[in-house]
């Protein structure tokens, strides 16, 4: 299923600006038709979180799917001496 998501949306998720999304990441970073739309040619720009969150994961940037969550990877140890 399509994930799509307004600028104030995807902000939360990518932990951006919303301002600095639609200035500086709409045209350098997404790509019109592939991470954003624009529905019935309006001023309005919808996110394909799908396709964002796999370019993120291929750039080595952690997602917020679970299995990518770099905290599931800590293994807590006991101390020495704590006998």
Do not use: C
């Not at 600028?7 to 999304?21: A, G, N, Q, V």
């Amino acid at each position: 299923m399509i994930l799509y998501l307004t600028t104030d949306e995807l902000s939360t998720r990518i932990k951006y600006e919303p301002r600095y999304i639609r200035e500086q990441m709409k045209d350098r970073v997404f790509k019109r038709g592939v991470h954003y739309i624009q529905p019935f040619g309006g001023r309005k720009i919808l996110y394909i979180w799908n396709e964002i969150e796999k370019m993120m994961v291929s750039w080595g940037m952690p997602s917020t799917a679970p299995e990518h969550n770099p905290m599931n990877r800590i293994v807590l140890r006991r101390g020495r001496g704590n006998g």
